[in-house]
């Protein structure tokens, strides 16, 4: 009996050391990738100040909007205020199966409003759909799409005209957290998404990457959707797009310069719909995808689609900052039932990991800027990161849903 024992502690002792140089090895190439690429961010050019459009670039500016009456006034009240020419520029919105005032406040606004009922396709992907065929026959260089409760920088169009004289056919701006202190919650959001920002799109825009569409905040050139219509549906509609885009070799160009500022969530019951709808959507698409895209670009010599397939792969911090410490956790267990220089090994391995995974998320906290407020913020992120890692993982290993849900305001 206790041979018996010795041979099933050597045998889980196998597997578990097995999972763990797995998780190590899989765990440092994603943080060497993300390392890499804050370190162009942090070595880059600084912001610069583009010179305005000289060809009066025309633009749309659309507005899916799903019930939307608490907010959409002051939004358009904004983008009535841009610094660019009001005859260059029109504000749509799209009242999307709307059972409340949204259509009227709208057309009271002065935007053009475009009432959408379809009960059986629902969502954001169906609505921008539905939008952009039902303004083929406007006059327009370019569409911007900005979600109902964003603000936009006035000098916005200006800066899109800039990089769209030169070339820009896809742009995706810098989504900013408008409420960082609300509460740790959106603190943990607010610092999670810069890093996206600064550490992690804009340089790989620099670097001629991927760069996926993230939602809101970006502008469609007409000619690109005349040669690629909008047929995203999914509620992952941006990243399908994004897909569809690099699949023909067409880059999205990340625009550091232009801020678009929306409230992150704040209590529990936006962060789950919120993070929910992202994850089980990108995670999905990721598993169904990823690799498929980066085989394809690999055999078609299009690197951006293998860094687009890798992209898929690794977007989800909360799933690597999980993975960092279940690594940590088996190198533990592994070091306690297989004692040995292979087994101190993986442990030293691990914590180094882990201290690199902090330093990252520091990276984060000290560039969004640090006070006494935000430090007592800081002491309540545990919770927020234990809750989006365990959404992460059900999203993981669920199969997603195709049913759009609106955040709750």
């Avoid at 943990?188 to 992690?200: I, K, Q, R, S, T």
């Avoid at 905040?217 to 992952?236: D, N």
């Avoid at 687009?308 to 940590?328: E, R």
């Avoid at 800081?378 to 955040?407: D, N």
Wanted: aromatic residues 10%; positive net charge; contains cysteine.
């Amino acid at each position: 009996m206790p041979g018996f024992q010795m041979i099933l502690t050597a045998i889980v002792g196998f597997l578990i050391q097995g999972t763990c140089v797995l998780l190590v090895a899989g765990t440092a190439l994603v943080l060497s990738y993300y390392w890499i690429l804050a370190a162009v961010g942090l070595t880059g050019r600084k912001q610069a100040n583009p010179s305005p459009s000289s060809n009066h670039r025309t633009f749309l500016i659309l507005i899916p909007a799903h019930n939307e009456e608490r907010v959409l006034a002051k939004t358009i009240a904004d983008l009535k205020g841009l610094d660019y020419p009001p005859d260059l520029y029109k504000v749509v919105v799209i009242a999307d199966n709307c059972n409340d005032h949204t259509a009227r406040i709208a057309r009271e606004g002065g935007a053009l409003c475009l009432e959408r009922t379809d009960l059986k396709n629902q969502g954001k992907g169906q609505a921008l759909s539905w939008g952009f065929n039902q303004l083929a026959s406007e006059v327009f260089d370019a569409i911007l799409v900005l979600d109902a409760d964003c603000f936009i920088k006035p000098h916005a169009l200006k800066v899109f005209g800039h990089y769209l004289d030169r070339g820009g056919i896809a742009l995706q701006a810098r989504n900013v957290a408008s409420n960082p202190d609300d509460s740790s919650m959106s603190y943990a959001v607010a610092v999670g998404n810069l890093l996206e920002n600064d550490f992690f799109y804009a340089p790989k825009s620099r670097l001629g990457l991927a760069v996926l569409l993230r939602g809101t905040g970006f502008v469609l050139a007409r000619e690109i959707l005349v040669s690629f219509p909008w047929h995203a549906s999914s509620v992952t509609e941006d990243v399908e797009y994004s897909a569809c885009l690099i699949q023909n070799r067409i880059p999205i160009q990340f625009i550091p310069e232009v801020e678009v500022r929306s409230k992150f969530p704040t209590y529990a019951a936006q962060l789950d719909v919120q993070r929910k709808r992202w994850a089980e959507g990108n995670l999905g698409f990721g598993k169904k995808n990823a690799l498929k895209l980066i085989w394809k670009g690999f055999r078609a010599g299009n690197w951006r689609l293998v860094d687009a397939g890798w992209t898929f792969l690794i977007l989800s911090k909360p799933l690597v900052f999980s993975s960092v410490w279940a690594a940590l956790a088996l190198s533990i267990v592994g070091l306690w039932l297989m004692p040995g220089r292979g087994s101190t090994a993986l442990l030293w391995a691990s914590l180094f990991l882990a201290g690199s995974m902090l330093a990252y998320l520091g990276l984060g906290v000290y560039r969004i800027g640090v006070n006494g407020h935000r430090i007592k913020l800081l002491c309540g992120t545990p919770y927020v990161v234990f809750k989006l890692c365990m959404i992460a993982l059900q999203s993981l290993t669920g199969r997603g849903t195709e049913i759009w849900i609106r955040t709750p305001r």
